[in-house]
């Protein structure tokens, strides 16, 4: 992304700009020693800020595929993300869940999914800077289906999380230390299962496995990070509620000294807590379930989902982070069927009425009732926000 200095770091390994080493370098031979800084060097204001977006589930069905095809071959996904990419994009990191494989052709919806390769250059064009590749899905193409993923977002310099060549590669990527703005952050990822299907080997899938996490948890404070954020692939399908075995694991999780849960699998969303103790001076934002982010799932409320943003803030390179401020964003997908269209297409909620037609109207407010109605009985401390009018009157100028 432009603008956007961004280093992903696993235990063993850290990858550099060495024009920015050597840069670095000279600055220090050659900049002029003083014990005490000059006051107009000193920042007036010394904290350090990180905005983290996630979003949910990064779908390919059947009808997805047949639309995205284009005469010559290839497959046009540019529709899809046009209208959320200024947010995406105006976070320092954004992350989503990669729910299907990249193992090539014969490209193949539900129930085993793999994705032409166009998804993931627009996934990545789209502002995307890490994904989550351990889901329930994350087998359904075999050994191939694995691997090919693996290297697919290797070759376009996309880091991922969750699933590994082997258990050696593993070791040395897991967890993951993502370095932006001067925040170490730790992030780990692991599914309830993969349908049943087996991993082939020599390959990874991280499972939820809590005797598995509580070690990888203690691998992630040996990193000394800012934070710790877990992401799993957990719960029911279509369910609008977390289970109790949801709420427990959570709990379970911050417990074992991860701060943040955000969760996905569902295809529906689910409420957010922002956790916060004065006395003790912590706070932990759950999310179960973010929802669809693209899908071409029609029944209600699956065709909608949420972007989930966190401020961070600390004081300094040693001092503790927190969060300044959180919000959600709700979204919804616009199916070929219901705009006349040839492609899906990600809208925000609050997208103008004249560039929808009847039928994107009702199905976008009926999401929203229902959404605002779930949250405004369930979420703790988190409220709705918005992509500005202005920034969407210059999308549609562009891309009507």
């Known amino acids: 992304m432009q603008n956007k ?12 700009s060495p024009c920015l080493t050597s840069c670095c370098q000279h600055c220090q031979a050659s900049a002029p020693q003083s014990a005490i800084p000059a006051a107009d060097s000193i920042p007036a204001d ?3 800020h990180l905005s983290l977006l996630v979003a949910g589930d990064l779908m390919q069905h059947d009808v997805q595929i047949r639309c995205a095809l284009m005469p010559d071959g290839s497959y046009d996904y540019s529709s899809y993300f046009r209208w959320v990419k200024p947010e995406i994009e105006r976070a320092d990191v954004a992350i989503a869940n990669l729910e299907v494989t990249l193992a090539g052709k014969p490209y193949k919806g539900y129930p085993q999914f793999s994705a032409p390769d166009e998804y993931l250059y627009a996934i990545k064009d789209a502002g995307f800077d890490l994904l989550t590749t351990t889901n329930n899905h994350a087998c359904d193409r075999g050994l191939k289906g694995v691997l090919r993923t693996i290297q697919m977002c290797d070759s376009v310099g996309m880091p991922h999380i969750g ?5 050696m590669a593993r070791v040395e990527q897991y967890p993951y230390l993502l370095e932006q703005n001067g925040f170490r952050i730790a992030l780990l990822n692991f599914t309830y299962g993969t349908n049943e299907l087996p991993t082939p080997k020599p390959t990874h899938v991280n499972r939820t496995d809590t005797a598995q996490i ?26 609008t509620l977390p289970r109790k075995h949801m709420v427990r694991l959570a709990q379970w999780l911050i417990d074992k000294g991860v701060d943040h849960v955000i969760g996905g699998h569902p295809h529906v969303v689910q409420p957010i807590e922002l956790r916060r ?71 925000p909620v609050n997208i103008a ?10 199905k976008r407010d009926t999401f929203v009732t229902m959404a605002r109605d779930l949250f405004k009985q369930h979420n703790i401390d988190i409220e709705e926000y918005f992509i500005p009018d202005s920034i969407l009157n210059q999308v549609s100028q562009v891309n009507p």
């Open 46 to 48: 010394s904290s350090q």
């Open 163 to 167: 699933t590994y060549v082997d258990s």
């Open 214 to 239: 509580a070690g990888d948890i203690l691998k992630a404070k040996a990193m000394n990070p800012d934070l710790i954020i877990a992401l799993p692939h957990w719960g029911i399908e279509y369910e």
């Open 353 to 362: 009425d004249s560039l929808l037609n009847r039928v994107e109207s009702q």
């Open 277 to 347: 103790d004065s006395l003790a001076g912590t706070e932990h934002l759950v999310a179960y379930s973010l929802g669809n982010f693209v899908s071409d799932q029609a029944g209600f409320p699956k065709y909608g989902g949420i972007m989930l943003r966190i401020d961070f803030t600390k004081q300094g390179p040693h001092q503790p982070a927190h969060i300044s401020d959180c919000g959600y964003m709700l979204t919804f997908v616009a199916r070929p069927d219901w705009s006349k269209r040839k492609n899906h297409r990600i809208y």
């Open 5 to 16: 200095y961004f280093a992903l770091i696993g235990l063993s390994t850290i990858l550099f």
